[in-house]
Structure formats: C-alpha cells, structure tokens
C-alpha cells in the first residue's frame, strides 16, 4: 500500500487496492474517491485532503468509444485542417445573417452535425453523441495535465468531480469550477474534459468540473443544489485543497454558464467568494421572446424546439422557470462578481447573453463581453482546429489570467 503526500498537481505511482473513506472521516464529511490506477492512501492519514486524493487513468464518465467513432473523429478533424479555400467549397454558399458571416467550418458542421429537427434521437443517444462528439475538435488531453476524481456529499447523494491539475502549482493558487453544457439534460465531465484540461493548463488553475445531476431525472433544482454544493465544498476546503480562497472563479458553456452565473449570485455575500464568471452563451432567461431566437432558431446546430424542450425537462413546473436558482437574470445582481461574456454571432442566445451583460453593469458588476460574429453555440469545443473559435480560446484565456492575477 502506497501513501500519497504530494500536491495535487504532482506524479504519483499506482498500487492495487481500493480504499474509501469514512464520512466521518472529516467534521464536514469529506468523501474521497479513490480512482483508475488504484493509488491508495492509509485510513489513518484521513486528516488530510492533499494527502488523500489519488490519480486516475479512468475517467468518471465511461461512454465507450468505438472504432468508428476514432475513425469519425479523425475524417472530422482532416476536413477542420483544410486550407481555408477548401472549406469554403465543401460548405458552399456563404450564410450571411444581418450583416454577419458564419465561418465556413461552422457552416459544414450546421450542415453535417446538426440533428434532424423532424426526426430527433432520443434522450439516451443525444448524450452519448455528445460524450462522444462534444469535444472533437477541442484541444487534445495534455500529459501534464493530471486528471484525479473527487467525490464529496450532495443534497441528493454523492457528487463525482473531475480535477484538471497542471504540474507545478504553487502551494496556493487558482481554481476554476467548470459546470458542463449540455440543456441540464445532457453532458458530463467525459464531453468537457479536453475543454477543461486546456483550460487549466492555459490558466495554470485546478479546474474542477462537478458530474451534477441532470434532468428529467432529476429536475429543478438538483442540478443548481449540486453545484452550490460543489462551491461550498472548495470554499470550505481551499486550504486542503492547495486553493487561494481569493481566486476561485465559476466557468460554464450554454446550461453550465446558467450554473455559473446562479452559484454566482447566490454566493455572492458568502465568506469565501467567487472572484469571477466566465460564461460561454449562457442562457440567463428562459424567456425565447428575444429577436436572435427568431433570426437564429433554426439551422445553427441549437435549435429553439430543443431548447424548449430542455427547458420543459428541466422544470416541468413552468413557474419554477422565473425562480432566481432557475434563471439569473430574474435576480437582483447587486454586488455580484465580475462576469466574462463570451457570445457567439450565430447563436440564438445572442440577444440574452446582450441583455445580460447591460443587467450586470446596471447592477454595478464589472463586465467584459465579446462577441464572436461568425461562430456558433457550442464554439469552445472547437477551440483547437476552428481558426475563429481558437482565436476567441486565446482571448478568453488572456481575459482570465488578467482577472486572477
């Protein structure tokens, strides 16, 4: 049996056995998870967090990739590299929408990627396609990057996290929890992680993504509960955690940027509060009124009968929907952490994620908003071979180091 008494950033060996802990193993009832390679820990060293997280070569998320799938992704990343000329011809004749041109790979994957809004999948196949497809044009797992899982208690039972933790941390440094996209009905740690990896490498944070409960199973507020949980958790835990308690910032794409944003506010006059937002085309209102809901609700790879029906999965209660833990921008955002919007030219939550942003100011919260003209929702999945979505990774990036320094 081997110890662990490294940071959380470092290399450790493997062992044999599984071990896990005692709830009462801490007054706050840490639970640790030990993971893939079976490193273990001694249960008498349960005093210390550090010393008690362990690596991993499995992942929380096992969706099986199969051989077609590798071929797949291989067939969709040769046509990302084709000169840009090349790509013009495959998608075509350029879509233009009030003055905005959408970058020719995002066209072919509209044209190709997109499901059938006629004859939908089911639920079950939509998540597997997006653990499978979300992240493929994404930047690949980087080796000094380690991936460890930690699993601490929720409301509705036990929360897995994946934590992305670069070598050679400081003994106190940053922290990213990064809540996944996917409607609050789909996505997992697994259709992040190569977004989350990246992200703690170009930020040299310890990302920490919660595998929180979806919908319909679970509906409004599980996934909200979970994720405050996860929040309070590393509040709690900073020191243990190797974590300044000062540079704790809350990330999130599309339904993981509503996440972001509500943990946002309602930990805003907490002891240990988050230092900042980063939202990738949050949906902040479940309102479709806006008039890039109209424009831009069909054809773009998010299409508005889909976001009705994540909304009608994610409450079926539609009162439950103007609830400030369902819908940010429903709240008083006084005194709320500064906020990084990054919105996409072709995405139907573009006037939201406007509107948002003016909320936010009005409010007295620092706020910086890019938008992006010719990309689509989804566009950090692409950050590695999509030119347009790449240059916004870098700037995004950029924006956050400069926030947490």
């Known amino acids: 049996m081997k110890t662990v008494a490294s940071p959380i950033g470092a290399n450790s060996g493997s062992g044999q056995d599984d071990f896990r802990f005692p709830a009462c193993c801490r007054q706050n009832q840490v639970l640790l998870?030990?993971?893939?390679?079976?490193?273990?820990?001694?249960?008498?060293?349960?005093?210390?967090?550090i010393e008690n997280l362990v690596?991993?070569?499995?992942?929380?998320?096992?969706?099986?990739?199969?051989?077609?799938?590798?071929?797949?992704?291989?067939?969709?990343?040769?046509?990302?590299?084709a000169p840009m000329p090349i790509l013009k011809i495959i998608a075509g004749k350029p879509v233009e929408v009030e003055g905005k041109r959408l970058d020719p790979l995002m066209q072919i994957i509209c044209q190709k990627f997109a499901p059938d809004p006629q004859n939908p999948p089911p639920l079950e196949a939509k998540r597997k396609d997006l653990d499978i497809r979300g992240a493929w044009l994404a930047h690949k797992i980087d080796p000094?990057?380690?991936?460890?899982?930690?699993?601490?208690?929720?409301?509705?039972?036990?929360?897995?996290?994946?934590?992305?933790?670069?070598?050679?941390?400081p003994s106190s440094g940053r922290a990213i929890i990064h809540f996944h996209?996917?409607?609050?009905?789909?996505?997992?740690?697994?259709?992040?992680?190569?977004?989350?990896?990246?992200?703690?490498?170009d930020t040299q944070s310890i990302v920490v993504v919660p595998d929180y409960r979806l919908a319909p199973e679970n509906p409004f507020p599980a996934a909200i509960e979970d994720c405050l949980?996860?929040?309070?958790?590393?509040?709690?835990?900073h020191q243990e955690l190797g974590i300044d308690p000062t540079k704790i910032a809350l990330a999130g794409g599309s339904a993981g940027g509503n996440l972001?944003?509500?943990?946002?506010?309602?930990?805003?006059?907490?002891?240990?509060?988050?230092?900042?937002?980063?939202?990738?085309?949050?949906?902040?209102?479940?309102?479709?009124?806006?008039?890039?809901?109209?424009?831009?609700?069909?054809?773009?790879?998010l299409d508005l009968n889909e976001i009705q029906e994540f909304n009608d999965a994610y409450s079926p209660d539609p009162k439950n929907l103007m609830n400030p833990?369902?819908?940010?921008?429903?709240?008083?955002?006084?005194?709320?952490?500064?906020?990084?919007?990054?919105?996409?030219?072709?995405?139907?939550?573009?006037?939201?994620?406007?509107?948002?942003?003016?909320?936010?100011?009005?409010?007295?919260?620092?706020?910086?908003?890019?938008?992006?003209?010719?990309?689509?929702?989804?566009?950090?999945g692409m950050s590695e071979l999509s030119r347009g979505a790449r240059e916004a990774w870098i700037d995004t990036m950029a924006l956050i180091n400069k926030a947490l320094n």
């Open 181 to 201: 996209g996917g409607g609050h009905v789909m996505g997992s740690p697994q259709s992040h992680r190569r977004t989350s990896n990246r992200m703690a490498k």
């Open 325 to 380: 833990l369902a819908t940010p921008a429903s709240d008083d955002l006084t005194g709320v952490c500064p906020a990084i919007i990054l919105a996409a030219g072709f995405d139907p939550y573009l006037d939201d994620n406007l509107a948002y942003a003016e909320r936010l100011r009005q409010a007295g919260a620092n706020v910086e908003i890019r938008v992006y003209a010719s990309l689509i929702h989804g566009f950090t």
């Open 144 to 169: 000094n990057v380690s991936i460890k899982t930690l699993t601490i208690p929720g409301p509705g039972g036990d929360i897995k996290c994946e934590l992305h933790c670069p070598s050679g941390l």
């Open 260 to 301: 972001a944003a509500v943990v946002a506010n309602h930990r805003r006059s907490a002891p240990v509060r988050p230092r900042l937002q980063i939202l990738w085309y949050p949906n902040t209102e479940r309102s479709t009124a806006r008039q890039s809901f109209e424009t831009l609700g069909s054809g773009f790879l």
């Open 55 to 81: 690596l991993s070569s499995e992942m929380i998320t096992s969706t099986p990739i199969t051989f077609r799938h590798k071929l797949l992704e291989h067939v969709v990343r040769a046509i990302a590299r």
């Open 33 to 49: 998870a030990v993971c893939f390679d079976k490193l273990t820990i001694k249960p008498e060293r349960g005093d210390n967090l």
């Open 229 to 237: 949980a996860v929040f309070d958790f590393v509040a709690e835990n």
